[in-house]
């Protein structure tokens, strides 16, 4: 009797820990929705004419900063999420040969990808490590990662759409 209360003793973190991850994951997908709907929602209120305007010279245009976000979807979520090679490696997009519904299209796309991908994460592999810079993030940090950097895009186009007159839509979070 006091072998199986220690087993069950011992197991009982390791359960927790597993609960714990797999809530990370469907947070992380949750927001990953969200942050789709809410990026589409802002893409489509500025009007095709406007999706080279940048606030400066040394600025990304709206249209760059769109799809700078999506192959960074692309990028982090193959590279560090699946350990895959990135899809889209060999096709750089050429912003001034893509219109608006073109960039739309490549923006979901590349939100239904990195979905995708942390959908089939496996929770025993969110601690390993990968080389960045000069330190080491793990699968933990590059969601964090993620959703940090298309927040930050996202939030930058909000001021492009304040400076072009357009109210943004509501905010979509958690």
């Not at 069950?8 to 469907?26: M, R, Y």
């Not at 709907?37 to 406007?50: F, G, H, M, R, W």
């Not at 096709?91 to 959908?119: G, R, T, W």
């Not at 960045?132 to 930050?152: A, E, R, V």
Request: hydrophobic share 35%.
């Amino acid at each position: 009797m006091k072998v199986l209360l220690y087993v069950l003793l011992l197991a009982l973190p390791l359960c927790v820990v597993s609960q714990n991850n797999k809530l990370f994951i469907e947070g992380h997908l949750k927001k990953l929705r969200n942050a789709k709907t809410y990026a589409l929602e802002i893409a489509n209120k500025l009007p095709d004419e406007k999706f080279d305007f940048r606030p400066v010279r040394e600025e990304m245009s709206f249209k760059e900063q769109l799809l700078h976000v999506g192959e960074n979807l692309y990028w982090l979520s193959s590279t560090y999420i699946s350990e895959q090679n990135n899809p889209i490696k060999d096709k750089k997009h050429n912003p001034s040969q893509m219109n608006k519904d073109e960039v739309l299209e490549f923006l979901e796309s590349s939100f239904n990808y990195s979905f995708n991908v942390i959908s089939e994460l496996q929770e025993n592999t969110l601690s390993k490590t990968f080389n960045w810079g000069t330190q080491k993030l793990n699968k933990y940090q590059f969601l964090n990662l993620i959703q940090d950097h298309q927040s930050h895009h996202i939030g930058q186009l909000i001021v492009y759409l304040r400076l072009n007159n357009i109210d943004p839509p509501k905010y979509i979070g958690w």
